[in-house]
């Protein structure tokens, strides 16, 4: 395949020099280099490199591909919020959201995997008497804990706690951390960590 013929357009222009600077960007922020964003998007890593470098027109078909690798669309990877959905479903059934699921655990993500955010949302599930211990996140990490069924203990540092049904507890996610499941039952609560 000739990147020049079938992957540059001066027609179905999206704005090249605005999306040079957002691939480079967004390229970095993920850590990838041109060859690993080649190998996820199936653009050439000659075709990458020149539309990083303001050099080349992509059509919307190369735009698309990029963007999905990034787990975007077109709209969010040139900026331009008015074309993004207005609304994104997690559905319950979706396999790529599940962070964990074994016999003691199960965690499922319920904010978009794609998102740079500041805020991620979980849904977990513990077995009877299991525990979740994580060590510490980076710095000013919080985690907010609410229980809808089940007794759990959560302990941050030298400090724990007991919840029931309906309790929530905010607590440092920057020290070491468990939640446990206390009961004889399964546990469920929602998480939401906050990066500052």
Known sequence: MNDRTTEVSSSGDV?????????????????LTL????????????MLS?????????????????ARAFGLNIGELVDQPWAAPRIEVVRSDDANQLFRDDRECRIRTLSPLHREKHVEFYEIRLAPLARLHSAPHF????????ITEGQAVVQSGDQRCELGPGDSAHYHADLEHTIENLGSTELVCFLVVTYQ
Do not use: D, M
Request: charged share 30%; proline share 2%; net charge positive.
């Open 35 to 46: 060859e690993q964003l080649a190998a996820a998007s199936g653009v050439s890593r000659s």
């Open 50 to 66: 020149q539309i990083e470098r303001g050099r080349a027109n992509p059509t919307l078909a190369v735009t698309l591909r990029i």
């Open 139 to 146: 710095e000013g990490t919080r985690e907010l804990l609410t």
């Open 15 to 31: 704005g090249s020099q605005g999306l040079s600077s957002r691939v480079v960007e967004l390229r970095k922020r993920r850590g």
